[in-house]
Structures are given as structure tokens and as C-alpha cells.
């Protein structure tokens, strides 16, 4: 973690670090995330980290999310793809396999486990 993001008494700055990966990771600036809320914390043992996990609703609609995705060209994915909430249970269930611990307890936690 970038300890511009720690405050002088330790406290970090989930928000921003939130908005520093979203920018990475897809591209997509602070402007556009409408809400952000944690929903678990969970204990990646393979890489002795912790991850924060959360919802984030952004201002784009499923064209513009689309459209700036193919576009982008992230360094650490091999690929970036939009799952509409309703087809995310089979989705996980198909792709199981290829899931990171902490998306597999996040499954959980949001009872989307398959």
C-alpha cells in the first residue's frame, strides 16, 4: 500500500486507494464512482494480504462502461468483462475455476457462492 494513502495516526484512506485502483486497473477516474461501500474484509492467505471488497456504483451506463473496456488496455488482467447482477451466480459458476481466493469469499459473503 502507498503510504500516501496512511494517515499520521495510522488510519487509511480506503476511499482513495479505492479510487487509485479503479484508475489502474480500468481506467475509469474518481468522477465517476457515484457510491463505494465495504461489505467484507477478507484474509488472502496465499498472499498474506487483506482485502477490502465493496460495491461501487459508477456514473456510465453499460454502453459507455463497454465501449471505454475495449478500449483499455490494462496491464495486469488479461481481460476486463461486465457481468449484468442477474447472470453473475452463473457466470461465478462457470468460471469457478479461474476465480481468486478473495472472489471466491466474496461469492460467498454476497451468497452468490455456486
Do not use: K
Not at 479510487?19 to 488472502?44: H, N, Q
Not at 462502461?65 to 459458476?93: C, I, Q
Amino acid at each position: 500500500m502507498d503510504d500516501a494513502r496512511r494517515g499520521p495516526d495510522g488510519t487509511i484512506d480506503y476511499r482513495g486507494l479505492l479510487a487509485d485502483e479503479l484508475l489502474e486497473e480500468t481506467g475509469f477516474g474518481p468522477e465517476r464512482v457515484l457510491a463505494a461501500e465495504p461489505f467484507a474484509l477478507i484474509y488472502d492467505g496465499a498472499d498474506d494480504t487483506w482485502d477490502l471488497c465493496m460495491t461501487i456504483d459508477l456514473d456510465l451506463t453499460e454502453a459507455e462502461a463497454r465501449a471505454h473496456l475495449n478500449r483499455w488496455r490494462p496491464g495486469e488482467y488479461a481481460e476486463l468483462v461486465l457481468v449484468a447482477h442477474a447472470d453473475l451466480r452463473d457466470f461465478l459458476r462457470s468460471h469457478r475455476s479461474d476465480l481468486i481466493p478473495t472472489a471466491r469469499g466474496m461469492a460467498r459473503v454476497l451468497d452468490l457462492a455456486p
